[in-house]
């Protein structure tokens, strides 16, 4: 599959809300997943599908998902963005909001070799 | 200055429409600025603070615009990325379009070392 050929399948499963389908296909075995930011000051870098699927079961446990609208993809060479407009609410503060986010994906032999994350709205 | 610090005067510079005066500050000598595509096949990449300028003029002198809006920064480590709605016009159709387009910035000691941009929505 070349690049397009998996931005395409991505986003078909994320506008299906399949998030956690998406990354156990597409995932590399060492894909690196960055985040803008981590809380308390943590490492915003997680290395390994190990440690993906743990963010995604992290974030999946703590916050509610009324609806998701995603754009995209749209390609540039080996790399491809999708927007996420996610209507949620965090457990922890119970206040539902609108995350707008960015994701930009490297891939590399039909994999995501490192995705990140830019968040913003 | 930091890439927060780069990415918000690069934003206040387009929303006034200043993209060649942003470019002029904030590219690096050896910038790379990578297209999703070229016309007639030709090469995606520009490299070096000439080739982008060079491009830049060629856009202007070929579109005419009629109104942007710019989303953003959304900043990642020493990247972020802006998002332009642009309302315009390319001189060889006369057809008057809406482009949706994605710039992802990388920063390096203060100035722009890569800019890829990413159409469609």
Known sequence: MNTQD??????TLCKQGKFAEAGEKYWADDVVSVEAGAPGGGDPVSRGKDAARGKGEW????????????????????????RFKMDMTPKESGQRVTMDET???????GKIAEERFFYGG
């Open 59 to 82: 974030w999946e446990a703590n916050h509610e998902v009324h609806g998701v609208e995603v754009e995209g993809p749209y390609v540039n060479g080996d790399k491809f963005v999708v």
């Open 6 to 11: 998996v931005a395409n399948d991505l986003v």
């Open 103 to 109: 994701g930009l994906y490297t891939i590399r032999d």
